[in-house]
């Protein structure tokens, strides 16, 4: 599309933006009593307006019927978990007996390594993106200390080259090559949670098969973002938040994928719980585990209703929107901002060390602030735009499809132009 770097071009784009609507359907949090443009839906989404009437449904099925909620609630609280993975199929490309919603995101990584990282005495090693997300090194790091492995020689991680701010495919897979022998998993974010790089999952996950190693996934960043083909991609697992772009709330319930040629490996280790043991005789409380076929039977514990309400309520709006028709406007909207930055007359004063093309990124674009960074974030702050800073100096925002327009892309770019040409 041919852009143009004005107000009417960025508002003709809204007016025939078929999902425009949908930021109705959101609380936009105030600044002086206007509405923020809100460019943190990559670390926090927007509350649904329908999240508050679903989970007070549950509080009342609950003041109503006590524990006999659990079979009489509007949604059934013993089955809860159930409403969840025909609604996160088209999300993240899994059949949906391959996905489960539960607990949070960090543990489910370890329950997932539990069963898929099986290090042996030659190959045990995992190989990861380097500065992957904290929370993901600290428990690789345990994860390999635990099988009494140190992480300097256990832990391969992969670099951009220097110079450069993205990761080479033709890296990852060099090096997945050079340590055929001994890498037990491969571990990979789907986008870089820095800079916003989204990983060609499928020819990590192909290279991983091929050397007969795992590959797991952390979808923090994608799961709602990119387009994702997890089951097509013979994806071994993964592991995703929804409180970002699937916009359920502070510390919402997580989710997970299990790929269906696990569906019946009973034998592979794994921490069990009672909602994990095949549900036709759960509540027989008989003492031998007895697992659930395919993603379901990595459960632990009953579902936590009040989290997933919130979960519940804004996949109703993924739903009504079409997650194809979001990744189509996400494309446009952040085509647009990356058109406008370029069009910036300070242009030289940022460098954006996100990709530059889709798919190479999602919606997140990142970027280095040359001069005085964080009283530039700090301007954008007090003029009511909401993005968020990454020491040392670089700025992170993510225009959404659900809740973000065109108009807003454009203000940004405005007051970025502003600030930067001051300092
Ligand atoms: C890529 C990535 N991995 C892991 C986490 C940790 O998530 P949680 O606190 O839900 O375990 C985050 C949190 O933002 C993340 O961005």
């Known amino acids: 599309m041919d852009f143009q770097n004005t107000l009417e071009f960025a508002k003709t784009l809204d007016s025939s933006d078929k999902l425009s609507t949908f930021r109705d359907e959101f609380l936009i949090p105030n600044h002086d009593n206007k509405p923020t443009i809100y460019f943190t839906g990559n670390s926090l989404g927007l509350q649904p307006k329908k999240t508050k009437q679903i989970i007070y449904q549950e509080l009342d099925d609950w003041a109503k019927y006590g524990v006999e909620g659990h079979f009489m609630a509007s949604r059934p609280w013993v089955?809860?978990?159930?409403?969840?993975?025909?609604?996160?199929?088209?999300?993240?490309?899994?059949?949906?007996?391959?996905i489960v919603v539960m607990n949070q995101l960090t543990s489910n990584l370890h329950f997932l390594f539990v069963s898929f990282y099986r290090p042996t005495k030659s190959r045990y090693k995992i190989l990861m993106e380097g500065k992957a997300f904290p929370s993901d090194q600290y428990a690789v790091?345990?994860?390999?200390?635990?099988?009494?492995?140190?992480?300097?020689?256990?832990?391969?991680?992969?670099?951009?080259?220097?110079?450069?701010?993205?990761?080479?495919?033709?890296d990852i897979i060099e090096t997945i090559e050079k340590n055929k022998d001994s890498i037990a998993l491969v571990f990979f974010s789907g986008v870089n949670y820095?800079?916003?790089?989204?990983?060609?999952?499928?020819?990590?996950?192909?290279?991983?098969?091929?050397?007969?190693a795992v590959c797991g996934l952390d979808l923090a960043h994608a799961a709602g973002n990119v387009t994702l083909h997890l089951h097509d991609w013979n994806v071994d697992f993964a592991a995703w938040?929804?409180?970002?772009?699937?916009?359920?709330?502070?510390?919402?319930v997580g989710g997970v994928f299990i790929h269906e040629k696990h569906a019946k490996e009973f034998s592979l280790p794994r921490f069990t719980g009672w909602w994990g043991h095949d549900k036709?005789?759960?509540f027989k409380m008989d003492k031998t585990f007895v697992p659930m076929q395919g993603a379901e039977g990595w459960q632990l514990s009953n579902a936590p209703v009040l989290?997933?309400?919130?979960?519940?309520?804004?996949?109703?709006?993924?739903?009504?929107?079409?997650?194809?028709?979001?990744?189509?406007?996400?494309?446009?909207?952040?085509?647009?901002?990356?058109?406008l930055l370029k069009d910036l007359?300070?242009?030289?004063?940022i460098n954006i060390i996100t990709p530059f093309e889709s798919p190479d990124r999602g919606c997140q674009v990142s970027m280095l602030i040359k001069n005085n960074g964080k009283q530039v974030y700090e301007g954008l702050m007090k003029e009511g735009v909401i993005v968020d800073w990454r020491e040392p100096d670089v700025i992170r925002?993510?225009?959404?499809?659900?809740?973000?327009?065109?108009e807003d892309v454009y203000a940004f770019a405005k007051k970025l132009e502003n600030l930067i040409s001051n300092h």
């Open 307 to 339: 989290s997933m309400a919130a979960h519940f309520a804004s996949l109703k709006v993924f739903e009504a929107a079409g997650f194809e028709n979001l990744l189509n406007k996400s494309k446009t909207l952040t085509d647009y901002l990356m058109f």
């Open 79 to 98: 089955s809860y978990h159930e409403l969840f993975p025909s609604l996160l199929s088209p999300i993240v490309g899994g059949h949906s007996s391959e």
């Open 397 to 406: 925002l993510a225009p959404v499809p659900l809740y973000n327009s065109f």
């Open 345 to 349: 007359h300070h242009a030289k004063k």
């Open 194 to 212: 820095y800079t916003g790089q989204v990983f060609d999952m499928k020819s990590i996950a192909k290279k991983a098969e091929e050397i007969d």
């Open 280 to 282: 036709t005789t759960r």
């Open 241 to 252: 938040c929804s409180y970002k772009y699937l916009n359920s709330g502070p510390g919402g």
């Open 141 to 170: 790091e345990s994860q390999v200390k635990f099988h009494g492995y140190s992480p300097e020689d256990a832990i391969i991680e992969v670099f951009p080259r220097e110079s450069e701010t993205s990761l080479r495919t033709e």
